[in-house]
């Protein structure tokens, strides 16, 4: 990553940091109303090890907020946490203040396209469908949800593909089938794992774009380690490794080679750097 | 002018009119072609073949203690077709609620179901007593035994699973696709995956009926194997293995009878014919 991706970050002036320093104990601050997600001291693990530990944070309604950190730091942990799909071992994580799994309906989930079975025999409209599987009980999908879809796959461009089969689609247009079928979910919330991971470099302006007109209308929370995809989309960076560190954007070009060439090591020699969340490499308090 | 069928056929054909047997085995070949064609493009497309076939040797399990059971206690309504139903279904639960809940390796609850149902089927055959049991129809299938009862079970077990998949296609595709995904809108992920393999479980005695333990599960995978190499639509799919699924049956039945082999083998070995040639079919047609 070179410095001169991190120059759109620099001249981006973004949202104010609402930086909540929730700590243990201050679970009696009371929820403001426009805090769309809301963590606080929230801890989980797989078994006996802690992948997350005090975690606190909240997202205003409105924020594009980027997830980055390290391998193995508990981001897709966190984010499986905000879909309902994990409870949390203490602590509270609520999502339009409910409890995560009661919130999914509001949410739009935006998994990594290489995940599937590309040999699956099904079309984009058929796969964006199926963000109205909650509006459907059985038979036939309604006239309206078909509509909705369609809608969906127009947002992102693809709708003379509607009836190709998902196999025959390039990478990025998978990932943004599936921007689509969470689209069709008529989300408040959209998250997105890693959307820009298997995407060819020609293509990525292209689905940088669809992302940013996304952006006017909804709250959007992403795991991505690409730089550019932060310039344009983030209004701020929150940095996952066992705990949580947020940091508003713009970020100095200096924070930005400290995060990042702190995760470039943490790849390399987790151990010796950032153990137990030791957030040394980044720029905050 | 009156259409005269092939020389050849004329014996089936008089078959067809003259023994109910074979008007029973064809029947129930043409209605059993639906349900197979529909659960066998789910089991290709989701990769559950190898479930299917633990299921299907688990059936021995089921066929064998209805009979020893039945003889020895004189319980007359518990018929091998009973205890086959039960047993598929128990070991599809077995192995889908391992895998979904226990952590355990689906390989290797899948060997050991498909063993133990092969074994306990084998102890009880051996135990029970009465009449001598032949296995050879349950293990390579016999369509030509095939009775009224059984034609009517065909239908009726059919009917359920179609209306079953009829109601919840779009439940069971978008489980199928993403299971995830579709637990966040709302859908009980784990209760249609077992749907799914109850529906594959039913399917599975129906098709030991036809070709046997054996072999049935050939009979299930090539029609939708073959499909599916040249669409990427799952319904398309559905389609195309109904057809073959019936042209194998009615097929196989009235050229195994002409040629005086095997009924199940038969159908077996031209399935796996067709499915070779579409590979070169594909090839030629690229």
């Given at each position: 990553?070179?410095l ?11 949202k ?9 104990g201050?679970?009696?601050?009371p929820?403001e ?16 090890q802690?992948v ?11 924020e594009?907020l980027?997830m980055?950190g ?7 942990t966190?984010l ?10 203490r602590?509270s994580l609520?999502?339009?203040?409910k409890?995560?799994?009661e ?42 949800c078909?509509?909705?879809s369609?809608?969906?796959?127009t947002?992102v461009?693809?709708e ?11 990478g990025?247009?998978r990932?943004r ?13 959209l ?28 709250t959007?929370?992403?795991?991505t ?16 490794n ?8 713009p970020?100095s070009g ?13 790849e ?6 950032h153990?137990?969340?030791?957030h040394?490499a980044c720029?905050?308090d | 002018?009156?259409?005269?069928p ?5 014996e ?8 109910p ?20 493009s ?6 559950i ?8 040797h688990?059936?021995?399990?089921g ?7 039945s003889r ?16 598929a279904?128990?070991?599809?639960f ?24 092969m ?13 001598a ?11 030509l035994l ?21 109601l ?9 696709f993403?299971?995830e ?10 209760a ?7 529906i ?19 009979l299930?995978?090539?029609?939708a194997a ?15 293995s109904?057809?073959?699924t019936f042209?194998?049956?009615?097929g196989?039945l009235?050229?195994s009878?002409?040629?005086d ?7 077996v070995?031209?399935?796996s ?8 079919l ?5």
């Amino acid at each position: 990553m070179s410095l001169a991706t991190c120059v759109p970050l620099l001249r981006r002036s973004g949202k104010l940091a609402e930086f909540h320093s929730t700590l243990f104990g201050d679970s009696l601050n009371p929820v403001e109303s426009a805090d769309i997600v809301v963590s606080e001291g929230l801890c989980f693990g797989y078994g006996r090890q802690l992948v997350l530990e005090d975690v606190s944070f909240s997202i205003p309604e409105g924020e594009s907020l980027c997830m980055i950190g390290p391998n193995g730091g508990g981001k897709s942990t966190l984010l499986k946490l905000m879909l309902g799909l994990l409870e949390p071992n203490r602590g509270s994580l609520s999502l339009f203040g409910k409890p995560a799994d009661e919130a999914c309906k509001q949410v739009g989930y935006v998994p990594q396209a290489v995940r599937f079975d590309p040999l699956f025999p099904i079309t984009a409209i058929d796969i964006v469908l199926m963000g109205r599987l909650d509006r459907h009980r059985f038979g036939f999908y309604s006239k309206q949800c078909r509509e909705v879809s369609l809608q969906a796959l127009t947002e992102v461009g693809l709708e003379e593909f509607a009836n190709r089969p998902f196999s025959d689609l390039s990478g990025g247009q998978r990932q943004r089938v599936l921007i689509a079928r969470a689209l069709a979910c008529e989300p408040e919330l959209l998250l997105l794992d890693e959307p820009t991971a298997n995407i060819d470099l020609s293509v990525e302006e292209q689905f940088i774009e669809t992302l940013a007109s996304l952006k006017e209308k909804m709250t959007i929370l992403m795991v991505t380690h690409d730089l550019d995809l932060i310039s344009e989309i983030g209004d701020s960076v929150l940095c996952v490794n066992h705990r949580v560190h947020r940091h508003s954007l713009p970020l100095s070009g200096e924070t930005i080679r400290e995060i990042y060439s702190g995760v470039r090591r943490v790849e390399h020699d987790r151990r010796a750097r950032h153990v137990h969340g030791d957030h040394s490499a980044c720029d905050h308090d | 002018m009156e259409i005269t069928p092939p020389v050849i056929m004329t014996e089936f054909f008089d078959a067809v009119q003259n023994i109910p047997l074979i008007r029973y085995a064809l029947l129930a070949g043409i209605v059993s072609s639906l349900t197979f064609g529909v659960v066998g493009s789910f089991v290709v497309t989701r990769r559950i073949g190898y479930i299917a076939a633990a299921i299907a040797h688990s059936i021995l399990g089921g066929i064998g203690a209805a009979i020893y059971f039945s003889r020895v206690y004189e319980i007359p309504w518990l018929t091998p077709m009973m205890g086959a139903v039960i047993a598929a279904l128990l070991s599809a639960f077995v192995i889908g609620w391992v895998s979904l809940r226990a952590g355990e390796r689906e390989d290797t609850i899948i060997g050991a179901i498909w063993a133990f149902g092969m074994a306990s089927g084998l102890l009880f055959i051996h135990y029970a007593p009465g009449k001598a049991v032949s296995l050879e129809s349950f293990i390579f299938g016999n369509i030509l035994l095939t009775s009224r009862s059984d034609v009517i079970a065909t239908v009726t077990l059919g009917a359920i699973i179609l209306v079953l998949v009829g109601l919840f296609y779009h439940k069971l595709v978008a489980v199928c696709f993403d299971e995830e995904f579709a637990r966040l809108r709302g859908v009980s992920s784990d209760a249609y995956y077992l749907l799914l393999l109850a529906i594959t479980a039913i399917s599975m005695v129906l098709m030991v009926r036809v070709a046997g333990i054996i072999l049935s599960l050939a009979l299930l995978v090539l029609p939708a194997a073959t499909a599916s190499r040249f669409s990427r639509k799952l319904w398309v799919i559905i389609l195309v293995s109904i057809g073959l699924t019936f042209l194998y049956n009615t097929g196989g039945l009235a050229l195994s009878f002409e040629l005086d082999v095997p009924t199940g083998p038969f159908i077996v070995l031209v399935a796996s014919l067709v499915y070779g040639l579409s590979f070169l079919l594909k090839r030629l047609v690229k």
